[in-house]
C-alpha cells in the first residue's frame, strides 16, 4: 500500500554534549496501529518522543509523517504534521484551570478579555466526550488528583484531533480502574483511523491494546514485531540484554509477630479524606496500602511525613509517641520516617542539583562544621549509598534532570537509606520504572526489610503489593475496611476488596497486630 506507514523514523541520532542517547534509530509505524516502544529507563525512548514531538531537534536521521518528510524543529511544526503528545511529565499549567488548560491557545475572548462562561460551557463539551463529565471545568489543576491530571493531559491530546497520538506513560499514573477508561480512549481513537505510538513499562497493556512493538536498547533499535509473534520472556531479554529469571525476588522470611512495632498508628484523620485508620509494622515487615483512587490512601502518606496535618490520633514509634507536624520532624533521627512521594520529579527531587546534593541533603549536617562541608566524606557517604540501590555514579556530579526515571527514583532511596530511616513510606515507588530497575527497587527493598526495617507501601500495580507485602490493608472513602495475608491474597481478592466486595467493617486477621 503507498505510504502505508504513519510514522517512519530512519537514522536518527541525538547527542547530549557526551552522552548519546538515540544512535541511528530506524524503525516504521503502520497506519492505524497501536506500536508500543519498550526498553529500559535512559534507553532513549523519551528522547525518541520529544524529537517526533519537535521539543527536540535530532542531531542526524529522516522522519517522515504519513509519507511526506518533515522539519520537526517546534512543537506547532509536530502540530501541523498531525502529530499529538499526551506527556508523561504533565505539560498543564498548574495554576490555571481545567478549562484554560483544556481550550489553550484557542480560549473564547471578547475585546481581548477571557469569556469564562464560554470556556466553562467549550470544557464541559470535551470533559463529557471522555467520560470526564464529573470534573469541575472551573478547577484549579494543582488541586486535582494526579492521576486525573494525567486523563486530562490524554483527553486534551486526542480533542486536538491529531493523525498520530504520541502516548507517553498514560498509565504510570493511573488506577486499574483508570486503565480501562484508557482502554476505551485508545479503541475511539483506532475506530477513527489514528493510529498510537504507546510508550509503556507495563506488558499486560502492550498485549491489550497494541498490534506491534520495537524495542529501544542503548539507544538503539533492537527489533520490531508484531505483538502475537514474540512472547513475554524474550521481550524482557531484548530490552535489558539478560534474562529476567522472575519478576519480583524470592519471599523473605515472615517477620517476627512478636516484636515491638516500629510503627504504631492509632485513630490517625487527616482533613476530610483520612477517617480513624490504625495499624501497625514491625521491624523487617512491608505493609501494603491498596484502594481505587481518591481514598485517602495519599493523605495517610502525606500526614505520617507531616506533609498534611493530624487532626485526630496517634503514632508512636519504637513505642514512644511522637508529633510529626512538619518533614522535618519525620526525618528526625528520634522518628525516622521518609517518604518516596507520588512525583519525584517535583516532590522528591530538586532536578537542578546533582544526585549528590539531592541524596545527601536531609544528612548534610553530618558532612559540615562551622559553615564548610567535607566534600570527600560527602562524596563516601554518597557513594555507598547509590552502590546500595545500584545507581549511576555519575550522580555524583551531574543534575539530577540528566538522569533517567528509573535513576532519579534510585536516588530518592539512596536519600533516605543514607539517612537510616526506621520506616519508608513507598507511594507507588516503581511508577514508570521499567522491569529491569523495578527488580532492583524490590531488592533494594529487601535487603532493608532484612537489616530490620520497615516498609508501607501503597501500588497501584496489584501484583507488586501481591507479591512484596506480609499483610495488606483496603482503603475505602478515608477508612481501612479490609486487612489481608499478603503471602495468600489473590491478586482477584484483592481487587475485588478495593471495589467494594468487603464489609464496611474491618476484618481482622487470624493474628491480631496489636
Known amino acids: 500500500m503507498k505510504n502505508a506507514c504513519a510514522i517512519s523514523i530512519d537514522g536518527v541520532a541525538k547527542r547530549f554534549g557526551a552522552t548519546v542517547a538515540l544512535k541511528a534509530v530506524s524503525l516504521q509505524v503502520e497506519r492505524g496501529a497501536v506500536h508500543a516502544i519498550l526498553g529500559e529507563n535512559g534507553a532513549g525512548k523519551s528522547t525518541l518522543i520529544k524529537v517526533i514531538s519537535g521539543i527536540t531537534m535530532p542531531n542526524a536521521g529522516v522522519i517522515k509523517v504519513l509519507g511526506t518528510e518533515v522539519s520537526l524543529s517546534r512543537p506547532d511544526d509536530a502540530y501541523?504534521?498531525?502529530?499529538?503528545?499526551?506527556?508523561?511529565?504533565?505539560?498543564?499549567?498548574?495554576?490555571?484551570?481545567?478549562?484554560?488548560?483544556?481550550?489553550?491557545?484557542?480560549?473564547?475572548?471578547?475585546?481581548?478579555?477571557r469569556r469564562s462562561r464560554e470556556c466553562a460551557r467549550k470544557a464541559t463539551e470535551v470533559l463529557e466526550r471522555f467520560e470526564l463529565g464529573d470534573i469541575d471545568p472551573n478547577t484549579v489543576v494543582r488541586e486535582l488528583d494526579l492521576s486525573v491530571r494525567q486523563k486530562l493531559e490524554i483527553a486534551y491530546a486526542i480533542s486536538?484531533?491529531?493523525?498520530?497520538?504520541?502516548?507517553?506513560?498514560?498509565?504510570?499514573?493511573?488506577?486499574?480502574?483508570?486503565?480501562?477508561?484508557?482502554?476505551?480512549?485508545?479503541?475511539?481513537?483506532?475506530?477513527?483511523?489514528?493510529?498510537?505510538?504507546?510508550?509503556?513499562?507495563?506488558?499486560?497493556?502492550?498485549?491489550?491494546?497494541?498490534?506491534?512493538?520495537?524495542?529501544?536498547?542503548?539507544?538503539?533499535?533492537?527489533?520490531?514485531y508484531a505483538t502475537d509473534e514474540i512472547a513475554d520472556e524474550e521481550v524482557f531479554r531484548l530490552i535489558m540484554g539478560r534474562t529476567l529469571g522472575s519478576a519480583f525476588p524470592a519471599r523473605l522470611p515472615l517477620p517476627d509477630k512478636t516484636a515491638r512495632p516500629r510503627l504504631k498508628v492509632q485513630n490517625l484523620s487527616s482533613g476530610s479524606r483520612l477517617h480513624d485508620v490504625s495499624f501497625d509494622i514491625r521491624p523487617g515487615e512491608c505493609l501494603g496500602v491498596v484502594a481505587l483512587q481518591g481514598m485517602g490512601q495519599l493523605e495517610l502518606f502525606k500526614s505520617l511525613f507531616g506533609l498534611a496535618p493530624q487532626s485526630a490520633g496517634q503514632v508512636t514509634v519504637e513505642g514512644r509517641r511522637v508529633t510529626i507536624r512538619t518533614p522535618r520532624d519525620a526525618i528526625d533521627a528520634q522518628i525516622g520516617l521518609s517518604l518516596v512521594p507520588e512525583e519525584r520529579k517535583t516532590e522528591g527531587l530538586a532536578l537542578n542539583l546533582s544526585g549528590r546534593a539531592n541524596i545527601s541533603l536531609p544528612t548534610i549536617s553530618q558532612f559540615s562544621r562551622w559553615g564548610r562541608i567535607n566534600r570527600a566524606a560527602e562524596d563516601s557517604a554518597v557513594s555507598a549509598a547509590l552502590k546500595r540501590v545500584s545507581g549511576?555514579?555519575?550522580?555524583?556530579?551531574?543534575?539530577?534532570?540528566?538522569?533517567?526515571?528509573?535513576?532519579?527514583?534510585?536516588?530518592?532511596?539512596?536519600?533516605?537509606?543514607?539517612?537510616?530511616?526506621?520506616?519508608?513510606?513507598?507511594?507507588?515507588?516503581?511508577?514508570?520504572?521499567?522491569?529491569?530497575?523495578?527488580?532492583?527497587?524490590?531488592?533494594?527493598?529487601?535487603?532493608?526489610?532484612?537489616?530490620?526495617?520497615?516498609?508501607?507501601?501503597?501500588?497501584?500495580?496489584?501484583?507488586?503489593?501481591?507479591?512484596?507485602?506480609d499483610r495488606i490493608l483496603v482503603m475505602y472513602a478515608g477508612r481501612v475496611v479490609a486487612e489481608m495475608d499478603g503471602r495468600t491474597a489473590s491478586e482477584h481478592q484483592i481487587t475485588t476488596a478495593m471495589l467494594g466486595g468487603v464489609s464496611s467493617s474491618r476484618h481482622q486477621p487470624e493474628t491480631e497486630h496489636a
Open 80 to 113: 501541523a504534521a498531525g502529530i499529538a503528545t499526551a506527556f508523561q511529565e504533565l505539560s498543564q499549567v498548574p495554576h490555571l484551570s481545567v478549562a484554560q488548560n483544556m481550550l489553550m491557545p484557542n480560549e473564547p475572548t471578547r475585546f481581548g478579555l
Open 160 to 224: 486536538r484531533g491529531p493523525k498520530v497520538l504520541l502516548l507517553d506513560e498514560p498509565s504510570s499514573a493511573l488506577t486499574s480502574e483508570d486503565v480501562g477508561w484508557l482502554g476505551r480512549r485508545i479503541a475511539e481513537c483506532r475506530r477513527s483511523g489514528i493510529t498510537i505510538v504507546l510508550i509503556t513499562h507495563r506488558m499486560p497493556e502492550v498485549r491489550e491494546f497494541c498490534t506491534s512493538l520495537s524495542i529501544l536498547r542503548n539507544g538503539e533499535c533492537v527489533g520490531t
Open 392 to 469: 549511576n555514579m555519575r550522580g555524583l556530579f551531574e543534575p539530577a534532570s540528566s538522569f533517567s526515571g528509573g535513576n532519579q527514583q534510585k536516588f530518592v532511596l539512596a536519600k533516605w537509606l543514607l539517612a537510616e530511616s526506621r520506616v519508608l513510606l513507598l507511594f507507588d515507588p516503581t511508577r514508570g520504572v521499567d522491569v529491569g530497575a523495578k527488580f532492583e527497587i524490590y531488592q533494594v527493598m529487601h535487603e532493608y526489610l532484612s537489616s530490620g526495617g520497615a516498609v508501607l507501601l501503597h501500588s497501584t500495580e496489584i501484583p507488586e503489593v501481591a507479591n512484596m507485602c
